[in-house]
């Protein structure tokens, strides 16, 4: 494994203008040509191919370290699944969201049947330590089959709208996967999603909901966590 001191070596800029060029394409709905042209404009001459090399490296390595740090999940999940267009075949990408709309797991399947929601429910499981106390979920056969074998205790509520929170949560993919032009391979579209939902429960402070003050307090924890997380 590789030491943090060596993350960076034989790259010609500096660690900083890595992390900020990663931060920048998933923090925002930026292109690596945008995030080209915003570097040049600060004096960073950078071409966008050299972008997208350090956010397929970086990006997995920084998210990887957020959610070693992440301070835990609600006890409650909503999961959703919604299909997603791969080189002309769809694929079904599942997410799970706690009732603060932090997302516990994504994970792109091929199917969404029996098999594919107790691999989902596993992944979901490992991240969250426990059972959770209430599921909630769509209608679909698989979650039900999944959710008697891996979560007996767990209530599991299908009414309709239940599980809104994990529907909306998709929202954000939806208008990247439009601004790449679609997902290349599932291992890309399974990288991004998951660096993306690292960076997005660092940052999604619910800024409605708080007084400005204590927003900025709160951004300022998150910029902290985010360096923590990419230090050299």
Same mark, same amino acid.
């Given at each position: 494994m590789k030491s943090r001191e060596s993350l960076y070596r034989r790259h010609r800029f500096p660690p900083e203008i890595i992390q900020?060029?990663?931060?920048?394409?998933h923090r925002f709905n930026l292109s690596h040509r945008d995030i080209e042209d915003l570097l040049a404009r600060r004096g960073v001459l950078v071409i966008h191919e050299s972008i997208r090399l350090w956010c397929n490296k970086f990006?997995?390595?920084?998210?990887?370290?957020?959610r070693r740090r992440h301070r835990g999940y609600g006890d409650t999940v909503f999961m959703d699944e919604?299909?997603?267009?791969?080189g002309g075949r769809q694929r079904y990408l599942w997410r799970a969201v706690d009732q603060d709309g932090e997302v516990i797991d994504v994970l792109l399947q091929e199917r969404r049947d029996a098999a594919a929601a107790r691999r989902f429910?596993?992944?979901? @499981?490992?991240? *969250? &330590?426990?059972e959770p106390r209430t599921i909630a979920t769509d209608k679909l056969g698989s979650y039900a089959?999944?959710?008697?074998?891996?979560?007996p205790s767990a209530a599991h509520d299908t009414h309709r709208y239940a599980n809104n929170r994990a529907e909306l949560s998709h929202q954000p993919t939806r208008v990247r996967e439009r601004g790449m032009r679609r997902f290349k391979s599932m291992f890309q579209a399974q990288r991004f999603v998951r660096v993306r939902a690292a960076v997005?429960? @660092?940052?999604? *402070? &619910?800024?409605?909901?708080v007084a400005a003050g204590h927003y900025r307090r709160l951004r300022q924890s998150a910029f902290a966590s985010w360096d923590r997380a990419v230090a050299v």
């Open positions: 900020y060029a990663v931060w920048l394409y990006g997995p390595r920084y998210a990887h370290r957020l919604v299909f997603v267009r791969i429910f596993r992944h979901v @499981l490992a991240h *969250l &330590g426990g089959v999944a959710r008697r074998e891996l979560l997005s429960n @660092l940052f999604s *402070l &619910g800024r409605h909901l």
